[in-house]
Each structure stands twice: as C-alpha cells, then as structure tokens.
T-cell receptor, first 115, second 112 residues
Framework: DAEITQSPRHKITETGRQVTLACHQT?????MFWYRQDLGHGLRLIHYSYGVQDTNKGEVSDGYSVSRSNTEDLPLTLESAASSQTSVYFCASSDRGRGRANEQFFGPGTRLTVL | DAKTTQPNSMESNEEEPVHLPCNHSTISGTDYIHWYRQLPSQGPEYVIH?????VNNRMASLAIAEDRKSSTLILHRATLRDAAVYYC?????????????WGAGTKLIIKP
C-alpha cells in the first residue's frame, strides 16, 4: 500500500545545530507540504512543493528550507535550530493540481526538541 | 487573512448525530472549506471538503451556509472512534503563496 513516512520520529538537538527531517511518499503525488504543530494549536504551513525543483514559502518559513530533487522526497532542513522550533512536524502530500481542494495525506509526524 | 473560528470542545453521546460548527466570515469567493480530524498522537486525516454546495461522503456531511460565512460538519452517528480534534480549514491563495489556514480545532468528546 502507498504511504507517507517521516524520519526520525523523535529528535533532540541543541541550539545552533543543523537538522534535517525526512519525508518520503510512495503515492507518486506531485504536491508535498511541511507543517508544524505547537502544543494545543492547529497546523501552520512551513514550505510546499508542486513538483520536482519547485519549492514555495508558507506562513512560517523563516529558519527552514526545503529542496525537491525527486517526486518521492521533500526533506526539511533547520539551518540553525532554535528553541522556538521545538514542535511536532508533519509532512503531507496530495495529487496533481494546485492543491487547493485536493485531499492531503499526512505522515505520522516528527517530534523535535531543541535544547 | 481569512480564518476560521470553532468552539474549543464539544461533547456528544455515542450513536447520536454530532453537528460541529465553523465560522469563516472573511472567506473569499474561491476559498474551499475543508475538514480534517486528528486522533491523539497521529497526523491529521481528511474528512470532507466543499465550495458552495452541501457535500456527503461515507464519513460525514458538510452543510455550507448560503452566504458561505459558516459551515457545519455533521457526523450522522458518532462512535467512540470519532473522538478527535476536528479542524475547519480554508484553502486560500495570497500573494502567489498557497496557504492552508487552520483553525484551533474542536475537541470532540464522545460519551459511551
């Protein structure tokens, strides 16, 4: 069965370190998204991609970067981790199109703690 | 920014219908209305979406007000497995950036 996976599931790092969170989907979806969810809140969009070599900034992109070199993967990099980036990170994918009305499939999340 | 407003929590009895309200008074004409739910320690799960007309699927129904400033997610017969946080979301294009505007969600508690 097709799926979307994230790794690691849990990560503890120190302030200032570079961290990369992996997202891999086997749906063959063109669209991929990264969100963060702070305790007790909804999701906020960090970056998104509509296809290979395409990346776009979301609502809270400062301090984060993504690259899309193939259809299956959209790694999220924290250039210099800050305590404010402690959160749960969710990756999602959806079928072709501009994604505005397409169902998004979410990964299980990565819990990141920055000390 | 277009955004949604939902009650923080709601309770319902098992096997009864549940109506989850959402206000989105600043919605624009081309914004879609989505509903997702999130079970504890899991990623969100798609429930339903619509633009102007009411929508039905195997999970739920979505009733959209004529002026589109509010909508209601209807679970026809809630079970204990429906206990989750339900998010009402608008998809909104702003300054060439696509944004999915999530509300704070409604925590649905199902009583046996």
């Amino acid at each position: 069965d097709a799926e979307i996976t994230q790794s690691p599931r849990h990560k503890i790092t120190e302030t200032g370190r570079q961290v990369t969170l992996a997202c891999h989907q086997t749906w063959n979806h063109n669209n991929m998204f990264w969100y963060r969810q702070d305790l007790g809140h909804g999701l906020r969009l960090i970056h998104y991609s509509y296809g290979v070599q395409d990346t776009n900034k979301g609502e809270v992109s400062d301090g984060y970067s993504v690259s899309r070199s193939n259809t299956e993967d959209l790694p999220l990099t924290l250039e210099s981790a800050a305590s404010s980036q402690t959160s749960v990170y969710f990756c999602a994918s959806s079928d072709r199109g501009r994604g505005r009305a397409n169902e998004q499939f979410f990964g299980p999340g990565t819990r990141l703690t920055v000390l | 920014d277009a955004k949604t407003t939902q009650p923080n929590s709601m309770e319902s009895n098992e096997e009864e219908p549940v109506h989850l309200p959402c206000n989105h008074s600043t919605i624009s004409g081309t914004d879609y209305i989505h509903w997702y739910r999130q079970l504890p320690s899991q990623g969100p799960e798609y429930v339903i979406h619509g633009l102007t007309s009411n929508v039905n699927n195997r999970m739920a129904s979505l009733a959209i007000a004529e002026d589109r400033k509010s909508s209601t997610l209807i679970l026809h017969r809630a079970t204990l497995r429906d206990a989750a946080v339900y998010y009402c979301i608008l998809s909104h294009l702003e300054d060439s950036n696509y944004q999915l505007i999530w509300g704070a969600g409604t925590k649905l508690i199902i009583k046996p």
